[in-house]
């Protein structure tokens, strides 16, 4: 095991009814706040009302920025910070997905300084200090709302960058699971794809730590177990509730502890699908994990059963594999660029190629390399 600290300063608040709190423990920050949010999904499931009252009620002043899109980009980011930057905010709140919650982190950033978020993302500026954000989670899957990353994309420099910094940790998350309940049958698979894979790549991470082992096969269980069963009742607060919970631990640091690193090339490679077809982001993970799995059979063989072994019971680095393959078709997420609707021409594979490239695609453990691109280009068609 390797030496490890622990710092996780995020107050969570799980259950219904959480976000009436909201209102008196924003007031700790001043009396005026940048509400951000997406397209509208906020206004159908109860969330944005009822965070704006209990603002209200506490007698703090909103001013609204909405329109932030699935996997955010940076003018939209850089638009909210000069309008919460004009008007003399003093606290970020954030009602929505992870790319509402990821986009406030960096708002939260650029608000004090006067050049774009993106100069913080591709690192040419530190920040010193950050407006305290908010979040009211109304989609269950990054884990955003407990821990210090955001992930938002520059379409003029074709790159989607994950930033961690710990200026960024939310105050507080508000995680009631009833606002899940409206998240259509797609977004929910992808919630569920996206957790099991950030439990993957803390299990591909290097080093033995069985104790953070044990929590990634927990985690992953939970989302085997309930996760088809809310496939099949969408409405359901119970399952809603696991999956949400499950969600937040498999990237809140708790399994991370004892080992050298993760790996995230899976991430990676899955960004890069994001730039070129803005693909859902936990679509571009059920279809980048097969195809990673596959490049790594030969090499880790052992590691790879262990997991299946654990999980399905599995004997087999093929059967293994065979499994994943299933469980995300089961919850109907594609497993292929072409279930996607994608038809990828060898034009498409060699764009695609590049914008690996250009984003200096890489695992922490599990180094690529040209060749492990064409592999995965291929087997991901
Ligand atoms: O825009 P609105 O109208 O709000 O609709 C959203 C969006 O279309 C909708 N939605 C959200 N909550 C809903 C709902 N629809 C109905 N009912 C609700 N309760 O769902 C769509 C997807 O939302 P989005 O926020 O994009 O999804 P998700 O939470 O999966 O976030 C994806 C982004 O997070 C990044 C991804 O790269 C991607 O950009 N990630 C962030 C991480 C982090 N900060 O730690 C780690 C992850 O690995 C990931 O990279
Ligand atoms: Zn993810």
Redesign the pocket.
């Known amino acids: 095991m390797e030496n490890f600290r622990i710092y996780n300063p995020v107050e969570l608040h799980f259950g219904a009814g959480v976000v009436k709190k909201l209102g008196s423990l924003a007031s700790a920050y001043g009396n005026k706040a940048l509400l951000v949010?997406?397209?509208?999904?906020?206004k159908r499931?109860g969330s944005y009302r009822e965070t704006l009252q209990s603002l209200l009620d506490a007698g703090i002043e909103v001013v609204e920025f909405d329109g932030?899109k699935?996997?955010?980009i940076i003018e939209d980011v850089d638009a909210a910070a000069d309008l919460g930057r004009k008007e003399g905010v003093s606290m970020i709140i954030a009602v929505?997905?992870?790319?509402?919650i990821?986009s406030a982190k960096i708002i939260a950033l650029t608000i004090p300084v006067s050049h774009s978020g993106w100069e913080f993302l591709d690192g040419s500026e530190k920040p010193l200090k950050a407006l305290p954000l908010i979040g009211v989670l109304?989609?269950a899957?990054?884990?955003?709302e407990m821990?210090a990353?955001?992930?938002v994309q520059s379409d003029t420099h074709q790159k989607k960058i994950?930033y961690v910094h710990k200026l960024m940790y939310p105050r507080h998350s508000f995680l009631d699971p009833t606002?899940?309940c409206?998240?259509?049958e797609n977004?929910t698979a992808?919630?569920i794809a996206?957790l099991i894979a950030?439990a993957l790549e803390a299990w591909f991470g290097e080093g033995e730590a069985s104790l953070s082992d044990r929590f990634i096969i927990a985690i992953i269980k939970e989302a085997l177990k309930y996760g088809p069963a809310l496939m099949k009742d969408l409405e359901n607060y119970a399952l809603r509730a696991r999956i949400m919970y499950a969600a937040t631990c498999a990237?809140n640091g708790m399994t991370v502890p004892g080992k050298k690193s993760q790996d995230w090339g899976v991430?990676n490679i899955g960004?890069t699908l994001?730039v070129k077809w803005d693909l859902?982001?936990?679509a571009t993970l059920s279809i980048v994990y097969p195809a990673w799995l596959k490049l790594q059979q030969d090499r880790i063989q052992d590691r790879i059963t262990e997991l299946g072994s654990a999980l399905f019971g599995c004997e087999s680095v093929e059967d293994t594999i065979y499994k994943f393959e299933y469980f995300f078709k089961l919850i109907g997420c594609p497993i292929t660029l072409s279930q996607a609707g994608i038809q990828c021409s060898k034009a498409d594979k060699d764009d695609l190629h590049r914008i690996m490239q250009l984003n200096q695609v890489d695992g922490i453990h599990h180094k690529l390399n040209e060749e492990d691109y064409r592999f995965l280009i291929d087997h991901m068609a």
């Open positions: 949010y997406g397209k509208g999904s906020v499931n932030i699935s996997n955010p929505g997905g992870g790319s509402v990821d109304t989609l899957a990054t884990g955003t821990n990353a955001a992930v994950g606002y899940t409206s998240v259509p977004y992808y919630g996206d950030h990237l991430h960004h994001g859902a982001h936990g």
